[in-house]
């Protein structure tokens, strides 16, 4: 199979150096769910630029393929990016992707080189009929969006002899369709690292997930390193507390008597409020795109950052792998 991938893969043309967008969607059907894939390429503007389809994996990862050989040295990470509620609505999936780029992309020491989304069907007006409707997406993602991850991997390592790695970055509501899809994955998932790192922000998760659902840490063990990030001034968490009856952990960070894995690192942003336009900084909710206070360290993160470089990071009282974002001593 690999074989013939790599056939091919080198009949493809050469794709230039544009802003290419890798979007996985979740498409309904009579039968259920099923996944398609689309590339968009454009130089300024994504309306006039060149789309993509196709319902194959393989036509997928040829297009990433060849795109990633052309890319400058250096960019050997991918960023999967699962959006939260309203989140694939195109006004909404396009200005995050536009930020997340300049952020996380077009950073000259950053080491990602493109950002895969998905999009799933959370655009609903009401909470709860989103919510409600993850169940129904967790056995597709369970088998095609991991397969393709893994033939990814496996391919890129037979045919260039080295590993590249995928990051996660879940907003909101898309951390709830990401626990249920990674948590309880077959026994032979777990037995080889799926992500580098998950970045969980403004999760809308119960505060005390890992206290009560044990399965969490078989999700944390798909990743080498994991990042909670969570405000205190997240106005759109505080309307989840409510809904759910209980506070959020993008809100209020692990409860006290969680246990959090061994690589997972816990930071409070909630004295970060540099957001770059109004409403981002009034709900507090979008900082993972619209802060460059922490979306840089996000991206110090995923990139494995040395101490001396995160010193704007104090570590919490009686914690362990805690920290709270002082914005103070950044500048």
């Given at each position: 199979m690999i074989r013939i991938f790599f056939i091919l893969l080198i009949s493809l043309p050469v794709f230039g150096q544009k802003?290419?967008?890798?979007?996985?969607?979740?498409?309904?059907?009579?039968?259920?769910?099923?996944?398609?894939?689309?590339?968009?390429?454009?130089?300024?503007?994504p309306r006039k630029g060149t789309l993509t389809k196709s319902s194959s994996k393989?036509?997928?990862?040829?297009?990433?393929?060849?795109?990633?050989?052309n890319l400058q040295s250096g960019r050997k990470e991918l960023l999967f990016?699962?959006?939260?509620?309203?989140?694939?609505?195109?006004?909404?999936?396009?200005?995050?992707?536009?930020?997340?780029?300049?952020?996380?992309?077009?950073?000259?020491?950053s080491d990602i080189a493109r950002i895969v989304s998905l999009k799933w069907p959370g655009n609903d007006f009401h909470y709860r009929e989103n919510k409600e409707r993850i169940p129904k997406l967790v056995p597709v993602l369970q088998t095609e969006l991991v397969e393709l991850i893994r033939r990814f991997q496996l391919s890129w390592?037979?045919?260039?002899?080295?590993?590249?790695?995928?990051?996660?970055?879940?907003?909101?509501l898309g951390n709830e369709l990401a626990r249920q899809v990674f948590r309880d994955l077959?026994?032979?998932?777990?037995?080889?690292?799926?992500?580098?790192?998950?970045?969980?922000?403004?999760?809308?998760?119960?505060?005390?997930?890992?206290?009560?659902?044990?399965?969490?840490?078989?999700?944390?063990?798909?990743?080498?390193?994991?990042?909670?990030?969570y405000s205190e001034r997240d106005l759109t968490l505080e309307v989840s507390k409510n809904l759910n009856k209980l506070d959020r952990l993008g809100r209020a960070?692990?409860?006290?008597?969680?246990?959090?894995?061994?690589?997972?690192?816990?930071?409070?942003?909630?004295?970060?409020?540099d957001e770059n336009n109004f409403p981002d900084l009034i709900t507090g909710h979008s900082y993972f795109r619209a802060s460059p206070l922490v979306t840089r360290d996000m991206l110090n993160s995923m990139m494995m950052r040395s101490a001396s470089v995160l010193n704007y990071r104090l570590e919490k009282e009686d914690t362990r792998n805690h920290f709270l974002i002082s914005p103070k001593d950044v500048y």
């Open positions: 802003d290419v967008q890798y979007n996985i969607l979740m498409i309904e059907q009579d039968s259920g769910y099923s996944l398609q894939y689309e590339r968009l390429s454009y130089d300024a503007n393989d036509s997928f990862l040829m297009w990433l393929f060849k795109d990633l050989e990016y699962i959006h939260g509620m309203w989140g694939s609505q195109r006004a909404n999936f396009q200005r995050a992707y536009n930020l997340m780029n300049d952020q996380f992309i077009k950073s000259e020491d390592m037979w045919i260039y002899k080295e590993r590249r790695d995928w990051d996660v970055l879940i907003h909101s077959p026994d032979r998932e777990y037995e080889e690292k799926l992500f580098e790192n998950i970045i969980f922000a403004a999760s809308d998760l119960d505060h005390d997930i890992y206290s009560k659902d044990s399965l969490m840490q078989r999700f944390h063990s798909l990743a080498e390193h994991c990042y909670i990030y960070g692990p409860s006290d008597y969680s246990s959090l894995p061994d690589n997972t690192t816990a930071i409070d942003v909630s004295l970060v409020k």
